[in-house]
C-alpha cells in the first residue's frame, strides 16, 4: 500500500536510489552530490519552513516531492513562496505523482515554480497555477571540444584559433564601461537590489545576504568569479560565473543590471566570454529571464550565442493572485511600453483586448496622464492595439484592476507615466 509521508532524514539514501533509477545512469558520486545539496539546502535562512514528502511502498521510496522557500518583494512588503524541487515518481507509480502535488498545495500558500515537463505544467495549472513567462536557454561553443563530431587535431586547433579570434572582435568593451573583479558580495549589492525593489512591484530577493548563501564558499555552486560595473561606489550590474572541474562547461548564473542598462549586460557579457577561455571552458551555458534587467536576446546572439529548443516555463500561484500576475507581467516587459523599433509610446494608447483572467465583457485600456476623458475624446469603443506592444500587457492587465490591488496599480502607472482605466459595458 502506498503512503504519503513526511520526509525524514534516514530517508536519504533510498531518495538517493530513486533519483538513481528516474535518471540512470547516476552513480556513488552522484548520490553524494545529491545529499551535499540538501546538507546545503538545510543551512537557508528559511530552512525551518522547507518541506518534504515521500511516497512509500512498504519500506521503499517510490515519489519525492520538496517545496524550497525563498523571500519575494511584492509591492514592498517581503513575501515567502515555495518552489517545487526534485519532484519524482517510480514509473510504475504515476498516477501517485498527483498525491504528491497535492500535499503541496494544501501546505503553502504562495508558489513560484520553473519546469520544463509539459506533464508537470499542466498539473499545476490544475492546481491553479499561472503561466507567466518562459525562460530562454543560450548557449555559446568555445572550442570544438563540445561538438558532436571529432574533427581531426590539427582541424580543431585551426578552427578553436578562429573562435578565439572572432570572439575578440565581438567581446570588445567600450573603455567607459569597465568591468571589474569582486571578491564577494558586500553592502553595494543590498543596494543595487533595493534599487531595483523600487522601480519593480515584484521581483525575488537577491540582496547580499542571499547571495552569499548561493553563490558563497559553502555553496555546490559557488560563484568564480562575480564581475561588475560600476558607477562610483555604486553597482551597475554584475555577473556570477562557475565552470564545472568535471565537463568544463561554463555557467552564467546570474547577470542582473539597472533597468534598461543593455550596455552594462553587453560589457558584462563580453567579459563573461573572456573569463570563460581563460578558465579553459568548453561551452557557455545560460537561462535567463528576458526582461529589462536582462541582457537582450539578440545581444546575445550578436555575441555568437544560440538558443537551445528547452525552455522552463514560470508558473506561480499567489494569495494576492492578481497583484503578483500584474507584477510579474511588469517585470517580464520593457520600462515602458514601445512601439515599433523599440521607441516609447508616450503618445500612444494600447487597448487590451483579450484577459484569460477577466470576467468576459470587460475591457482594460492604458492612457498617457493627462489625457481626456475616453468618451470625450472619441476613443470609446475602439480597438487600439499598436505593433510591437509588449505581450506581456496583452493578458495581465485586466484582472488586477481589484480594490486590492489599486495601490500596486497606482505605483505602477505614475513610473510609467500611464493612466489605468478600466470599461464595462459602456461605463468607465
Known amino acids: 500500500m502506498v503512503v504519503l509521508r513526511s520526509y525524514e532524514p534516514a530517508d536519504l539514501d533510498e531518495v538517493s536510489r530513486l533519483r538513481a533509477s528516474v535518471y540512470q545512469g547516476a552513480g556513488d558520486d552522484h548520490h553524494e552530490w545529491h545529499a551535499s545539496i540538501w546538507r546545503w539546502l538545510e543551512t537557508h535562512p528559511l530552512a525551518a519552513e522547507l518541506h518534504r514528502w515521500v511516497l512509500v511502498d512498504d519500506d521503499r521510496v517510490v515519489g519525492f516531492l520538496a517545496a524550497m522557500p525563498q523571500y519575494y518583494r511584492i509591492a514592498g512588503r517581503r513575501v515567502v513562496a515555495h518552489t517545487p524541487g526534485d519532484y ?12 504528491l502535488m497535492r500535499a503541496l498545495f494544501r501546505t503553502v500558500t504562495n508558489c513560484v515554480s520553473c519546469d520544463w515537463l509539459p506533464s508537470v505544467t499542466r498539473l499545476q495549472r490544475w492546481f491553479g497555477m499561472v503561466d507567466v513567462a518562459e525562460l530562454q536557454h543560450a548557449a555559446k561553443v568555445l572550442t570544438v571540444a563540445r561538438l558532436p563530431v571529432a574533427l581531426p587535431r590539427p582541424v580543431g586547433g585551426v578552427v578553436n584559433l578562429g573562435l578565439a579570434a572572432v570572439d575578440r572582435v565581438l567581446t570588445a568593451s567600450p573603455p567607459r564601461l569597465p568591468v571589474k573583479v569582486l571578491d564577494g558580495f558586500d553592502e553595494r549589492f543590498d543596494r543595487f537590489f533595493e534599487a531595483l525593489a523600487a522601480h ?6 537577491k540582496d547580499a545576504a542571499f547571495l552569499r548563501w548561493r553563490y558563497g564558499p559553502g555553496s555546490p555552486q559557488r560563484a568564480e568569479p562575480v564581475l561588475a560595473v560600476l558607477e562610483g561606489d555604486e553597482l551597475l ?3 556570477v560565473l562557475r565552470v564545472t572541474a568535471t565537463d568544463r562547461a561554463g555557467y552564467l548564473l546570474d547577470l542582473t543590471v539597472r533597468p534598461g542598462r543593455y550596455d552594462v549586460a553587453r560589457a558584462l557579457l563580453g567579459q ?16 535567463f529571464l528576458a526582461s529589462p534587467v536582462s541582457p537582450r536576446p539578440r545581444d546575445l546572439w550578436r555575441l555568437g550565442f544560440f538558443p537551445r529548443k528547452q525552455r522552463h516555463r514560470l508558473q506561480v500561484k499567489f494569495a494576492e493572485h492578481e497583484t503578483t500576475v500584474y507584477g510579474w507581467a511588469w517585470l517580464t516587459a520593457p520600462p515602458r511600453p514601445c512601439g515599433r523599433r523599440g521607441r516609447p509610446m508616450s503618445a500612444r494608447r494600447i487597448f487590451l483586448r483579450r484577459c484569460p483572467f477577466g470576467a468576459p465583457g470587460r475591457r482594460a485600456q492604458l492612457l498617457p496622464a493627462g489625457s481626456p476623458d475616453p468618451e470625450e475624446a472619441g476613443f470609446a469603443g475602439r480597438r487600439i492595439l499598436p505593433r510591437g506592444a509588449p505581450e506581456a500587457f496583452r493578458g495581465h492587465l485586466l484582472r488586477p484592476l481589484t480594490a486590492s490591488s489599486r495601490p500596486l496599480i497606482a505605483q505602477i502607472s505614475s513610473r510609467a507615466g500611464l493612466t489605468v482605466m478600466a470599461r464595462s459595458g459602456s461605463r468607465w
Not at 519524482?88 to 498525491?99: E, I, K, L, S, W
Open 88 to 99: 519524482m515518481v517510480d514509473p510504475a507509480y504515476g498516477f501517485h505523482a498527483v498525491t
Open 237 to 239: 550590474g554584475y555577473a
Open 200 to 205: 519593480f512591484p515584484c521581483l525575488p530577493e
Open 272 to 287: 563573461a566570454i573572456h573569463h570563460f577561455r581563460a578558465a579553459g571552458a568548453n561551452i557557455i551555458r545560460y537561462r
